[in-house]
């Protein structure tokens, strides 16, 4: 049988299109962030499909951009969930991180910044039922992020601890939150001697302090 190439052609040159497109929106976000023009790179839709070879890579470089802009405080919210969804999306894509780095950074970097950027929007949630999705995710991110070779461990298990505390804090009671805030006690004093020398230290000693406050309100919890 064959081709019908009035069918074929069409699609081909479509999918040439698109991949064109990519590219060379890819080279476009490259010169932005080069010139430190973050707004530009986060104002733009990504424009390629999952499969395209230069996805992952745009996704990447749009959640760091919309990541710069909330740490200058500028529309913090806004840009965190932009971060939040671009990163998530440019991590899972990249099936190549040895190539991947060397053109958009280290994969640890942009683990850290998804799961702050999840932490943060998840302090702005004003209950506990719209924090909570924002904690399983922060949660699920930090468990990848502890799969991710490099040396921000100390970073990894922080966002860990702090989300299983959250998740504790959350359906607290004076039972069965005792004895998990003990075990989660026992694994974050371990995480923290081994992060005493990282820029994580202050993160996991207030932690700990934050886990043995909460520990000490419940009545009987030595």
Not at 24 to 52: P, S
Not at 177 to 200: G, M, P, T
Request: hydrophobic residues 40%; glycine residues 4%.
């Amino acid at each position: 049988m064959k081709p019908n190439f009035k069918i074929v052609m069409p699609l081909l040159i479509m999918v040439l299109l698109v991949s064109g497109c990519a590219t060379r929106q890819l080279k476009n976000f490259k010169e932005a962030a080069a010139a430190n023009n973050w707004q530009e790179i986060a104002a733009a839709e990504v424009d390629c499909k999952a499969d395209d070879e230069a996805c992952n890579q745009l996704h990447l470089l749009k959640g760091d951009a919309c990541y710069r802009l909330a740490k200058q405080n500028t529309d913090s919210v806004k840009n965190y969930q932009c971060a939040a969804e671009h990163l998530e999306q440019g991590i899972h894509l990249t099936a190549d991180w040895a190539a991947a780095e060397a053109v958009v950074g280290k994969r640890a970097q942009y683990f850290e910044n998804w799961c702050e950027s999840l932490r943060l929007l998840r302090s702005e949630q004003t209950s506990t039922a719209a924090a909570t999705p924002y904690n399983q995710k922060l949660h699920a991110c930090a468990r990848e992020f502890l799969q991710a070779p490099g040396d921000l461990i100390p970073a990894a298990t922080f966002f860990l601890h702090n989300a299983e505390l959250a998740a504790i804090r959350f359906q607290i009671n004076d039972t069965g939150s005792c004895q998990e805030l003990k075990q989660l006690q026992q694994n974050e004093s371990q995480a923290a001697a081994q992060a005493a020398q990282s820029r994580y230290a202050d993160h996991h000693r207030r932690l700990l302090n934050d886990i043995a406050g909460i520990k000490a309100s419940i009545p009987g919890c030595p």
